[in-house]
């Protein structure tokens, strides 16, 4: 049983940084693509950052390029998202999510392609 347990939301300024992590438990974890997700009120759960299983290939919403990094820790079997100059539009549930793939597969970057999420931390970020 593969479980993923989120932490570092926060309320933040805009322009300010947060860290979040994800913590996983049970699979095997080098296997794992990962990824992060948001959903704000209202809207769709939306992709936003995801980490090949070598790690050596990353991938981002568009309108976090620069300003967001994903990365991960197999030793610690941890994933990371880096967000910094936050802005409000980034104000959301900010879920990981993880899927055992052999190593020459893509990289999902659809939600209905990870089958194990964890239960999210919010993000708010006031103007």
């Known amino acids: 049983q593969v479980q993923l347990v989120e932490s570092g939301g926060s309320l933040v300024q805009a322009g300010g940084s947060l860290r979040l992590s994800c913590a996983a438990s049970?699979?095997?974890?080098?296997?794992?693509?990962l990824a992060w997700f948001r959903q704000a009120p209202g809207k769709e759960r939306e992709f936003v950052a995801a980490?090949?299983?070598?790690?050596?290939?990353?991938y981002y919403l568009d309108s976090v390029k620069g300003r967001f990094t994903v990365s991960r820790d197999n030793d610690k079997r941890m994933v990371y998202l880096q967000m910094n100059n936050l802005n409000p539009v980034d104000t959301a549930s900010y879920y990981c999510?993880?899927?055992?793939?052999?190593?020459?597969?893509?990289?999902?970057?659809?939600?209905?392609?990870?089958?194990?999420w964890g239960q999210g931390t919010q993000v708010t970020v006031s103007s």
């Open positions: 999510a993880a899927k055992s793939v052999i190593l020459t597969a893509p990289t999902p970057r659809e939600s209905d392609e990870y089958p194990y």
């Open positions: 049970g699979g095997q974890f080098s296997r794992f693509a």
């Open positions: 980490i090949s299983r070598s790690g050596k290939s990353t």
